[in-house]
């Protein structure tokens, strides 16, 4: 089955620096990559994905790359704010419904002012 | 986007009582719903996938008879744990995809068992 590695498992920036997330993934069929953002006690909110026909996708401050022939993709994440403040799951899974995802483990960024 | 509902977000009950979590897709219909378990600082584990109209599948390790989900409805999913005992105690998410696989988490659930 896929398994997903994440690193790092904290990370800590000052704002206005930028972030960087990665993980790993083992199942060549998997095509469909999201990226989540968690807060204290709360569900995980969907805040970026990316599918295997895209090399790299962006939306404002945020961007993920995908390179299919190492099994790896990237969030990326930019002007760093004390509110991106939270634990970021990447997730690997297939375009299709009715198929779970597997998370990586998290990482917990802190945003310091 | 589309908006996962999760009812109740805490609930505390007695050892050896049964509780039911409900996840509800507001916006869209999903023929499949994931049920996660989450202990604190760690990931999300999945326990079984939720199938409208049939019987859910659940992962290695996860008791069936304990943990009983009932998919009646395209928009609704419900988790029972059954006879609680303190050890599961824990945050359970569900999570409903759209037609493309887009998934969204509710806002979860913390039990408590005491």
């Known amino acids: 089955g896929e398994n997903v590695e994440q690193h790092p498992s904290t990370l800590s920036v000052q704002e206005g620096d930028s972030a960087v997330i990665k993980c790993t993934y083992s199942?060549?069929?998997?095509?469909?990559f999201p990226w989540y953002k968690q807060e204290l006690g709360k569900g995980p909110q969907l805040i970026i994905d990316?599918?295997?026909?895209?090399g790299e996708k962006k939306d404002q401050r945020i961007a993920v790359t995908l390179n299919k022939t190492a099994k790896h993709f990237s969030l990326h994440i930019t002007e760093t704010q004390p509110e991106d403040s939270a634990v970021y799951f990447c997730?690997?899974?297939?375009?299709?419904?009715?198929?779970?995802?597997?998370f990586g483990k998290g990482t917990t960024l802190s945003v310091s002012s | 986007g589309a908006v996962v509902s999760q009812h109740p977000s805490r609930v505390i009950c007695k050892s050896g009582t049964s509780v039911k979590i409900e996840c509800r897709s507001l916006?869209?219909?999903?023929?499949?719903m994931f049920w996660y378990r989450q202990f604190p600082k760690q990931s999300l584990m999945l326990m079984a996938t939720?199938?409208?109209?049939?019987?859910?599948?659940?992962e290695q390790g996860v008791e069936k008879d304990k943990f009983l989900i009932n998919h009646a409805s395209l928009t609704l999913s419900t988790l029972t744990v059954t006879s609680a005992h303190p050890e599961d105690s824990s945050f359970y998410i569900c999570s409903a995809g759209t037609g493309g696989n887009t998934i969204y988490f509710g806002e979860g659930s913390w039990l408590t068992v005491v």
């Open positions: 916006d869209f219909q999903a023929t499949t």
């Open positions: 199942d060549s069929a998997s095509n469909y």
């Open positions: 997730a690997a899974g297939f375009n299709q419904a009715g198929t779970a995802l597997i």
């Open positions: 990316i599918r295997s026909n895209v």
């Open positions: 939720s199938n409208e109209g049939s019987k859910a599948t659940y």
